[in-house]
């Protein structure tokens, strides 16, 4: 690969990027791009794709179809047979379980992906102590591994990973080994740490709260292919499917039919909305967010609901509850009092806070709807 750097190139990117395993279709297609100082995540249940996808970036894979291009420069394409190795690629990575050497010491850990690139020992000491400043652990260079918190290890782990100045980091499942109490501190230590250090980074992780608190664009991915590629913003407030939006627990999803005036739960008599005129489809898929749902005071116009389960969230408690007579539609409400699993309630929907899927005609912005 050629050392010229395209300076307003994408920092990475791909095109039409599939890899198959004989007749296993593992990646479809995939398109995407990323600038410099940008951090895409790549997000998705186990066996999604997004390790296969990171280790094709890295290198370590070969496409079946399509190309890989980082800063500018084709590094692999499968119609020419071109294909550069990881160490060409000028990156840094960081793995699940930091893949730190027990037998060195943190500066030695540090400092050997420049002695791989042969950089003289008083430059290599340099740069090692500069690294180890910039993750906070200067005073940890004598020290072993195992001697380092689970947060520390991964800084160390960072620290060998951004010695060398690589244009991009890949980060595998990086924090999904730590504890949850320290795996929620570093979500936002880390987020500090890649917003300080300016990296260009694509971060793989199956947890949703990691990707929308670290990620500048998340790609949530579905059976080797991208079901959405958007700002964490953007994702939440307009997740493009059921599909997406059940993977960031945005809520309920559910069917709706269309019958006499009133939009229904499908197959029950649970009035949801009205609209003034349907322009089309008698059928629509929507995602009730926890803002549409509330517990409503007694009254007939209350849905009839069980608990199913209740956890405290911090700001308050998050229920989960089924509609009489539709067990399969879960729905999720936020409560200033606890509710018991079997507790009946009633509930009330926010017909304008609906978010209709599919038909650009049932979207409420477009829509006057009334409550019901
Ligand atoms: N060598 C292989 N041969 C055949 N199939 C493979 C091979 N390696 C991976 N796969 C399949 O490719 C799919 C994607 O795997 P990948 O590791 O990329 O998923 P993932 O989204 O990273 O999952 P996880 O979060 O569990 O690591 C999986 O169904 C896996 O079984």
């Known amino acids: 690969m050629s050392k010229k750097i395209d300076q307003d190139a994408d920092a990475v990117s791909a095109h039409?990027?599939?890899?198959?395993?004989?007749?296993?279709?593992v990646l479809k297609g995939i398109d995407l791009s990323l600038s410099r100082g940008r951090t895409l995540a790549l997000l998705g249940p186990s066996g999604c794709g997004k390790t296969t996808l990171l280790r094709l970036v890295a290198g370590l894979l070969q496409p079946t179809r399509g190309t890989v291009r980082?800063?500018?420069?084709?590094?692999?394409?499968?119609?020419?047979?071109?294909?550069?190795?990881?160490?060409?690629?000028?990156?840094?990575?960081?793995?699940?379980?930091?893949?730190?050497?027990p037998h060195l010491t943190v500066g030695g850990n540090v400092s050997f992906p420049l002695e791989m690139r042969g950089v003289a020992r008083a430059e290599r000491a340099a740069r090692t102590m500069r690294a180890l400043r910039r993750v906070g652990l200067e005073a940890y260079v004598d020290r072993r591994p195992s001697d380092l918190s689970g947060g520390q290890q991964q800084r160390v782990a960072i620290a060998r990973a951004i010695v060398a100045?690589?244009?991009?980091?890949?980060?595998?499942?990086?924090?999904?080994?730590?504890?949850?109490?320290?795996?929620?501190?570093?979500?936002?230590?880390?987020?500090?740490?890649?917003?300080?250090?300016?990296l260009t980074a694509i971060y793989v992780t199956h947890d949703h709260a990691e990707a929308l608190t670290l990620a500048d664009e998340v790609a949530v991915m579905r059976a080797g292919e991208i079901a959405q590629l958007a700002a964490p913003d953007d994702l939440v407030a307009r997740p493009a499917s059921a599909e997406v939006a059940d993977f960031?627990?945005?809520?309920?999803?559910?069917?709706?039919?269309?019958?006499?005036?009133?939009?229904?739960l499908a197959g029950s008599d649970h009035a949801?909305?009205?609209?003034?005129?349907?322009?089309?489809g008698r059928e629509a898929q929507v995602l009730l967010p926890l803002a549409a749902v509330a517990l409503s005071g007694p009254s007939?116009?209350?849905?009839?609901?069980?608990?199913?389960?209740?956890q405290f969230r911090g700001d308050g408690h998050l229920a989960t509850v089924v509609l009489a007579g539709s067990p399969d539609?879960?729905?999720?409400?936020?409560?200033?009092?606890?509710?018991?699993p079997g507790e009946q309630i009633g509930l009330s929907i926010d017909p304008g806070r609906i978010r209709w899927f599919g038909e650009e005609s049932h979207s409420t912005q477009e829509k006057k709807v009334v409550t019901c």
């Open 16 to 25: 039409d990027l599939a890899l198959h395993y004989g007749d296993t279709i």
């Open 300 to 310: 007939h116009k209350a849905l009839p609901a069980r608990v199913v389960r209740s």
């Open 272 to 280: 949801v909305a009205h609209e003034a005129a349907p322009s089309r």
């Open 70 to 101: 980082i800063a500018g420069q084709p590094v692999a394409d499968a119609r020419t047979g071109l294909f550069a190795p990881p160490e060409r690629r000028n990156l840094g990575m960081v793995f699940q379980d930091y893949a730190l050497w």
């Open 248 to 264: 960031l627990r945005l809520g309920g999803t559910a069917r709706l039919s269309w019958r006499s005036g009133t939009w229904f």
């Open 165 to 198: 100045e690589p244009r991009l980091i890949l980060f595998d499942e990086p924090l999904s080994n730590l504890d949850r109490e320290l795996r929620e501190n570093m979500v936002g230590e880390l987020a500090g740490l890649i917003a300080e250090l300016r």
């Open 329 to 340: 539609v879960e729905l999720q409400l936020l409560s200033a009092a606890r509710l018991r």
